[in-house]
């Protein structure tokens, strides 16, 4: 695969997709300790076919983003909650972590290296990190990696999904992730396993799935890439409360702001047959931003809740945004500039 040069990129239509940039950052786990790491210009990994990760999926990641300011400068939104969940995916799947002072640092040094590819402020776009780390020991009986190998690479993308156009979802008869599973972990696997179920909606007209708790189909767990809020009749920012779901830096942020505008947010078991409480419904997550659902289909019947983007969605988009790229102050001390 050939390099990206800066000249290559539209930034206003950049889509989100995998650009070979100059550098990224690799380190080694290997006799015990890390070796320090570097970035290097070489996108290809070469490990042994019996590598652990290739057959049993000791695999773990993070996504984050850089953002450019007005002034040129370029913020990172809360990277040490991304350093500290991917800690604690290392931990349930038995990978050695990477420490999280660290892992902010190297990331520093990859945004650095590559800033002619932080796209413009104002053109929508955004320098997406992804962070991952494997185990690379060659094994076959299934045990964990004795060795591992951490790695950062950067791309520019546009939104994930485009703009605050409510889009129509539907419920899925999958599951993402088991009960007391790998749900609360950042890792592969659960990505595999959501590809069938986000096709099969995709190929009915929907935007994504949306996955219920895998132990009763009742309640409301999250999308495949992103968490799930609504907003009541009376105003309150509701958002689910279960093992299976993964643990979101946006969720967090917005239970903070939603708080602050007096949303009076709650984490919550939320039954999909009571749906129908929300006025507004949405997807939030760092490449997901905050994804507005005009529609939840389940079991044969449609919850609608309109083609206009919602005015507490609105806000609360305008509110976190703002603060991303160093728009509005930011009280909460969320963002470090590089
Ligand atoms: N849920 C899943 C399954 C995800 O993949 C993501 C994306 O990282 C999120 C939620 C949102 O998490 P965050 O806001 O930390 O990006
Ligand atoms: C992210 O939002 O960073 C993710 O990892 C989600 C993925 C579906 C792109």
């Not at 780390?133 to 999904?161: D, K, N």
């Amino acid at each position: 695969m050939s390099k990206t040069k800066v000249s290559d990129l539209d930034w206003n239509n950049l889509g989100f997709q995998y650009h070979d940039l100059p550098y990224r950052w690799t380190d080694e786990f290997k006799d015990g300790k890390w070796q320090g790491g570097h970035l290097t210009q070489d996108s290809n990994m070469v490990f042994n076919e019996a590598a652990e990760e290739l057959h049993y999926g000791q695999e773990v990641f993070e996504g984050l983003k850089a953002y450019r300011r007005k002034d040129g400068g370029i913020n990172l939104f809360r990277p040490d909650q991304n350093a500290k969940r991917m800690y604690d995916s290392a931990k349930r799947l038995m990978m050695q972590p990477y420490p999280e002072d660290k892992f902010v640092e190297a990331i520093k040094e990859v945004v650095k290296a590559n800033q002619e590819f932080v796209p413009p402020y104002g053109s929508g776009g955004t320098l997406y990190i992804r962070p991952f780390m494997i185990g690379t020991q060659p094994l076959v009986g299934v045990q964990r990696s004795e060795s591992y190998v951490f790695r950062i690479y950067a791309t520019p993308v546009g939104a994930y999904v485009k703009g605050l156009n409510p889009m129509p979802y539907k419920v899925s008869e999958y599951d993402r992730a088991a009960y007391a599973g790998t749900g609360q972990a950042k890792t592969a696997g659960n990505y595999a396993g959501s590809l069938l179920p986000s096709l099969k909606a995709k190929k009915e007209g929907f935007a994504d799935c949306l996955f219920l708790d895998p132990r009763e189909h009742k309640y409301i767990d999250e999308f495949s890439g992103a968490n799930f809020y609504g907003i009541t009749k009376d105003g309150q920012f509701q958002t689910p409360k279960s093992p299976s779901i993964l643990p979101s830096i946006t969720k967090r942020s917005l239970l903070q702001i939603a708080a602050d505008q007096g949303l009076n947010p709650i984490e919550t078991q939320i039954p999909i047959a009571e749906v129908d409480r929300f006025v507004e419904v949405g997807a939030m997550g760092t490449a997901a931003v905050i994804s507005p659902v005009s529609s939840l289909t389940y079991e044969g019947k449609t919850i609608t809740f309109g083609d206009e983007v919602g005015p507490v969605t609105q806000k609360l988009y305008d509110t976190l945004f703002n603060i991303q790229v160093g728009d509005a102050e930011d009280i909460y001390g969320w963002t470090v500039q590089i």
